[in-house]
DNA sequence: TGTTATTGGTTCAACGTTGAACGAAAGGCC
DNA sequence: GGCCTTTCGTTCAACGTTGAACCAATAACA
């Protein structure tokens, strides 16, 4: 009992489910065949832009390379991003986002928004907001002590 | 741009990331073979003992039947739980610890003791209390919404 | 220079999960 | 009684992920 009882064994719970929620929610919202991760990358080149290589954006969105191969080879046979070597260094490949892979972003962007809309009813960005140092703080020290 | 610096994206992303964090440091410390799955029904035996049926840890665990049968086939086999059939209703199954669960959790709990009090050194019970009502609030929406 | 270490990307098996289908058992309702 | 509907648990393919092995290319250094 003295366990979940415990504040931070709480909020752990507590944010564990809403991830899962969240992430669950983002992938039934999202046009079929994109999944979380690829509008994820799409996201990233929207703001970013430019190039990126595989293994920047595997420790962007701390995941190994391995998934990240995956998630671009699905993006690109979808023909959202396109793959070049880097032929100033023969390991490395570049990333980058094509008008098809812009729209796709779009087309996320839009079926999300209903649920974002409900998200922004029932919570104020004073809200978030708020609880965004500790969540930061909390990240972070989960990071370096992993 | 605008996406990721709104707060309950940014919020959201914070909470996704120390969700994997915390799980893959979890499963990390935890004993050979047992998953953070498994440790988390052996807690909730822990807790609050007696018998439970796998719909029920199901529900209470945000998982799908199929899932939680998975987790319960494994912990049964390592003999941590006891599995019988429902005399009263031929659909249900009883499930309940064993001596051995009860030390494997633990275990779980020793192996789990360093990284836990070094989150408590690095945080005080207060912050995580203060976070807990909106963590609550954003995961009861969530779950209500989805 | 040559040798060793590091980095980048892919592949593979394993895991935990979902969603859907299924059969068996129980409940609701004429 | 009989017929739907719901509940329970299992199974299965698919997905995204990890961790490890591996090879190729570069960097560091003797």
Redesign the pocket.
């Given at each position: 009992m003295a366990l979940k009882d415990r504040p931070d064994v709480s909020a752990l719970t507590e944010i564990g489910i809403i991830a899962?929620l969240s992430n669950?929610a983002l992938?039934?919202s999202l046009p079929d065949?994109?999944?979380?991760?690829?509008f994820?990358v799409l996201t990233h080149f929207m703001r970013r832009g430019g190039e990126e290589?595989?293994?920047?954006?595997?420790?962007a969105?701390?995941?190994?390379?391995?998934?990240?191969?995956?998630?671009?080879?699905?993006l690109q046979a979808q023909g959202f991003v396109a793959?070049v070597a880097?032929?100033?260094?023969?390991?490395?490949?570049?990333?980058s986002l094509t008008a098809e892979g812009a729209r796709a972003h779009e087309a996320g962007l839009m079926a999300l928004r209903p649920r974002m809309e409900g998200l922004r009813e029932a919570f104020t960005d004073r809200e978030f907001e708020a609880a965004l140092p500790f969540l930061k703080a909390l990240r972070i020290w989960m990071d370096e002590n992993r």
């Open positions: 899962q669950a992938e039934r065949g994109m999944s979380a991760a690829q994820g290589s595989p293994a920047k954006l595997a420790s969105f701390q995941v190994t390379k391995g998934a990240m191969t995956n998630t671009l080879q699905r793959v880097d032929e100033a260094d023969g390991r490395k490949k570049r990333v």
